[in-house]
């Protein structure tokens, strides 16, 4: 069972940054998928960017160049580095683990989720 903790939502300016966490426990095993998701109020959930297990990144067009997901593997931590953020960018962001269907797909199926948390844009 692995326990996921998001971190690092609050409100910004449009323009304006912010960095999310997501420190993840119960496996010894280090090196699986990752994922951030977001979900705005009336809209389906949609993948955000990815790192499967061999270090591949992938990021949803809408926020390619804006946004940067790394991992801290020594600390197995998950970040999202949101940079230029937009009003369309409010959300409630996830982090997902263990990608089990469609993984190179950036709305696969994970395994494990987090609560949460809510990342405001205003303009």
């Known amino acids: 069972q692995v326990r996921l903790v998001e971190s690092g939502g609050g409100s910004v300016q449009a323009g304006g940054s912010l960095r999310l966490s997501c420190a993840a426990s119960?496996?010894?095993?280090?090196?699986?998928?990752m994922a951030w998701f977001r979900q705005a109020p009336g809209k389906e959930r949609e993948g955000v960017a990815l790192?499967?297990?061999?270090?591949?990144?992938k990021y949803a067009e809408s926020v390619k160049g804006r946004f940067t997901i790394s991992k801290d593997n020594a600390k197995n931590i998950l970040y999202l580095h949101m940079n230029s953020l937009k009003s369309e960018d409010t959300a409630m962001y996830y982090c997902?683990?263990?990608?089990?269907?469609?993984?190179?797909?950036?709305?696969?199926?994970?395994?494990?989720w987090g609560q949460g948390t809510q990342v405001t844009v205003s303009s």
């Open positions: 997902a683990a263990f990608c089990r269907f469609d993984c190179w797909n950036l709305n696969g199926t994970y395994d494990f």
């Open positions: 119960g496996s010894t095993y280090n090196e699986y998928s």
């Open positions: 790192k499967l297990g061999d270090g591949t990144l």
